[in-house]
């Protein structure tokens, strides 16, 4: 059984939100370790990227001297993470559509994110 069927047939879930952009700070790459161990655990993983969080997720990112955050966030996507970024901190930084974004990042609302506190076992933010 794969991952995201294995994680979808239980009812614990782990809610992650992030606040910082990558390579600014080690949080996105924190929040991805943290998303992927909990989808190894058999956690659905939900993630809502806020503030300067959004830029997490954009395409053809090339970093030089780090590791791809955004490859790593492609790959939770495919493991069957959740991810959406808010669309007021997207507006804000230009971002406009979802082509700025990796397939399977949803740009929604803050209130997602309330539903999903409503709903969740735990929710950890990462962030400055």
């Known amino acids: 059984m794969d991952t995201l069927n294995k994680n979808s047939l239980n ?6 939100v992030l606040l910082d952009g990558p390579y600014i700070s080690q949080y996105s790459d924190i929040g ?3 998303a992927e161990t909990a989808l190894n655990l058999g956690y659905v993983v939900k993630i809502f990227l806020y503030m300067d969080g959004v830029h997490i997720p954009q395409k053809d990112q090339n970093p030089r001297d780090f590791q791809n955050v955004s490859q790593n966030f492609k790959d939770l996507i495919k493991k069957g993470a959740e991810i ?3 669309i007021r901190c997207a507006a804000a930084r ?3 559509d979802q082509s700025n974004y990796l397939d399977g990042v949803e ?3 803050i209130y997602d994110l309330a539903e999903w506190m ?9 962030g400055r």
């Open 107 to 109: 740009i929604t609302s």
């Open 11 to 16: 009812n614990k879930t782990m809610g992650i």
């Open 118 to 126: 409503k709903e969740d076992n735990k929710i950890i933010t990462l």
């Open 84 to 86: 959406k970024a808010c």
């Open 94 to 96: 230009g971002y406009v």
């Open 32 to 34: 991805y370790k943290m």
